[in-house]
Every structure is written in C-alpha cells, then in structure tokens.
C-alpha cells in the first residue's frame, strides 16, 4: 500500500527505530510511548484490520505473538508482565489501518482499558 505508513516504515522510506526484523514481521518502538516500554509489533505484509485476517494469516499472527514475547523477554519485563494489544477500527482506538501489535510494559496496567 504506497500511502501506508507502516507499509512504508516496512520498506525504509520513514524512519523507525527498529528492534527486530524477520522475513514476516517488523518491530520498532512506538513514536508516542504510552509505558516506559511501548513497542509494536507489524506484519511486513499489508492488513488492514483484524477484519481483513484470513485463514492464510494463521501462522503470520502466531509470528507477531512470539516477537512480543522475545521481545518482552529481551527488555527484561517477562516476569513482571506486560500488556498486548491490537485495536480494530475507529471504535476499537485503531488510527493507523495496518495491524499492529502493541507490547506495553513497565508499569502497571488498568482495566478496563479506556
Ligand atoms: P493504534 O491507535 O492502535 O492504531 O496505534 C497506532 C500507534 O502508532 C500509536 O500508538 C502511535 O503512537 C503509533 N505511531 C504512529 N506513527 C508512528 C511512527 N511514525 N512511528 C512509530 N509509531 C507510530
Ligand atoms: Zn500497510
């Protein structure tokens, strides 16, 4: 997608600091930091929303998963713990209409979410 942000933080073309990158999934942290920790978690490939997923998407969902937790595992929060979250659409809090995994840790977390 030519006019997608993360789509062209995926190809080099807007500046991320990036933590990790495979062949399917890119992270780098959160320009706007809501924790001490707040990273996020994309696929390379285009998805808009959860609701464009398709069975063909399994394993690439499985990928973003296990990055949160290296990732978490890596900064040290695993035992203490920390948040995942992926907003669908403009009620769910999504401003950016590429999925994203959001990886918040040091602090501690409220629910309900706002
Ligand atoms: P969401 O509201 O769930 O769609 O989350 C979008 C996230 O992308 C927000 O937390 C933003 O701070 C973050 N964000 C927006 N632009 C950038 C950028 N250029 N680099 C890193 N994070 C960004
Ligand atoms: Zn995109």
């Not at 001490?36 to 499985?62: C, F, Q, R, V, Y």
């Amino acid at each position: 997608m030519s006019d997608c942000l993360f789509c062209k933080i995926v190809a080099g073309e807007i500046p991320a600091e990036l933590l990790y990158e495979d062949d399917h999934v890119v992270a780098f942290k959160d320009i706007n930091p809501q924790a001490p920790m707040h990273h996020l978690i994309i696929p390379k490939k285009h998805i808009s929303t959860i609701n464009d997923l398709t069975i063909n998407d399994e394993a690439l969902i499985g990928k973003m998963y296990l990055a949160a937790k290296a990732l978490a595992e890596k900064e040290g929060v695993e035992d203490d713990g920390y948040r995942t979250v992926m907003n669908c659409g403009e009620s769910g809090g999504q401003t950016v209409f590429h999925i994203h995994l959001h990886v918040l840790a040091g602090r501690n977390m409220q629910w309900p979410p706002g």
